[in-house]
C-alpha cells in the first residue's frame, strides 16, 4: 500500500471525474479563480507567502514534490505558499489510485508548510496537520454554507456518506544542505461545481449540489457561468485557506505544549469526526480485517478500535476476539489501513 510520510493517507479518487456531456468531454463555461482577489487577500493583507494559480497541471502535490528536491525550492515556495490548479489531469490518491478533475468545477490546491522551522520539534504536529485541515473545511462548509459536513478519519470530508472532499499530506524531499527542516506539502481537493451528472461515483457530492439540498436552488442556475456561480469557487478557497492558517498556527502553539489530542484543538477534531462512536470495519494489508467500535483518537492521532471479530482473509470466515474492553482496544494509524468502512457495509 501507499503511505504518506506524515503518517497520514487520504482516498481522493473519488474527488475527479469528467463532465458528462453525451459521451464527449467538453470544457465547462465556469469562471476562473479570482487570483488577483485571492492574492491581496491572503498574501498582502493575510498569512500566506505566495499563492499561484495555474490553468492546468497533472497533480498540485506532484509539481511541488518535484519542485522541492532542487536548489533553491526554500527561497521560491517558503512556508505557506500555495499552488492552485483551475484543471487536474493526472493527480494519484491513496494507493496510487489516478483521478482528475474537470476545468474550472473543483478546487485542487497545495499548500507548502514547514512544522519545523526555527528549530521547532515537529514530531507532534505532522500525525494532525490532515485532520486539522479536515477540520478547516467543515468548518468552513457549516459556518459559511449552512452545509452540514463530517470528517471521516483520517482525512476525508463528507456529507451524510457523501464525499465532497479528500486530502493528502506528504513528505517532500529536500536537498542536501538545505535549511528549515521538514517540509509538508498539503494536497486538498473539494469538489465545488459538480453537477449530478459529473459526479465520478454515487456517494460523491459537491458544494454546488449540497446547496441545492439546502433550497438555494444554485444547481438549476443558468449554467455555470452564471452570476450565482461565478464567484463560488474563489469564495470557498479563500476561506479555507484562512482558516488553515488560523488552525495550524492553534497546532503549531499546542503541540510545543504537549498533547494535541488533549487540546481545544483536539476536541474540535473530535467533534466533527462521525467516525467515533460508528461500528467500523477495518481493512488491512493482506486482505486481513478487524471489526468493532471506533472509541477515540491516539496523541499520533491513529484511530483507536475496540474490536469484536476478526479475520485473516477476504474469504476467511470472522472470529470473535475475546477479553475486557479494554484489552480489545487498537490503535490504527493512517497507514495501517487499506480502507476503513462502516461495519455493515
Request: charged share 20%; aromatic share 2%; no cysteine.
Amino acid at each position: 500500500m501507499t503511505q504518506d510520510s506524515t503518517g497520514s493517507t487520504a482516498s481522493t479518487e473519488a474527488l475527479g471525474g469528467t463532465v458528462n456531456t453525451g459521451g464527449e468531454q467538453q470544457p465547462t463555461t465556469a469562471s476562473p479563480l479570482d487570483a488577483a482577489w485571492l492574492r491581496q487577500q491572503l498574501v498582502a493583507e493575510g498569512p500566506y507567502s505566495r499563492l499561484r494559480v495555474v490553468e492546468a497541471v497533472d497533480s498540485t502535490n506532484l509539481q511541488l514534490s518535484r519542485a522541492a528536491g532542487e536548489p533553491g525550492f526554500a527561497e521560491t515556495w517558503p512556508h505557506l505558499s500555495v499552488l492552485t490548479a483551475e484543471e487536474q489531469t493526472g493527480a494519484t490518491g491513496r494507493l496510487g489510485r489516478g483521478w482528475s478533475s474537470p476545468p474550472r468545477t473543483s478546487l485542487s490546491t497545495s499548500v507548502v508548510l514547514r512544522p519545523g522551522r526555527d528549530g521547532v520539534d515537529p514530531t507532534r504536529q505532522l500525525p494532525w496537520i490532515s485532520l486539522v485541515a479536515g477540520l478547516s473545511l467543515v468548518e468552513v462548509l457549516r459556518e459559511r454554507h449552512g452545509i452540514p459536513a463530517q470528517l471521516k478519519w483520517p482525512n476525508d470530508v463528507h456529507i451524510d456518506g457523501r464525499k465532497i472532499s479528500g486530502i493528502l499530506a506528504v513528505l517532500a524531499p529536500v536537498p542536501a544542505g538545505a535549511a528549515g527542516g521538514v517540509t509538508v506539502v498539503l494536497g486538498i481537493g473539494i469538489n465545488v461545481l459538480l453537477r449530478a451528472e459529473d459526479l465520478p461515483t454515487p456517494t460523491s457530492t459537491s458544494v454546488l449540489l449540497e446547496l441545492d439540498r439546502l433550497g438555494e436552488g444554485r444547481a438549476s442556475a443558468a449554467g455555470a457561468g452564471s452570476p450565482d456561480l461565478a464567484t463560488l469557487r474563489t469564495e470557498v478557497l479563500a476561506a479555507l485557506l484562512e482558516r488553515l492558517a488560523q488552525n495550524l498556527a492553534d497546532l503549531e502553539g499546542v503541540a510545543a505544549r504537549g498533547s494535541v489530542r488533549d487540546s481545544a484543538l483536539g476536541a474540535r477534531v473530535q467533534e466533527v469526526m462521525d467516525t467515533l462512536g460508528q461500528e467500523v470495519r477495518v481493512e488491512l494489508p493482506g486482505g486481513g480485517a478487524e471489526s468493532g467500535t471506533a472509541v477515540g483518537l491516539q496523541d499520533d492521532g491513529s484511530l483507536q478500535v475496540e474490536v469484536t471479530r476478526r479475520r485473516s482473509a477476504p474469504e476467511a470466515p470472522w472470529e470473535a476476539v475475546e477479553g475486557s474492553a479494554a484489552q480489545r482496544r487498537r490503535p490504527f494509524s493512517a497507514g495501517d489501513v487499506i480502507h476503513l468502512r462502516r461495519a455493515q457495509a
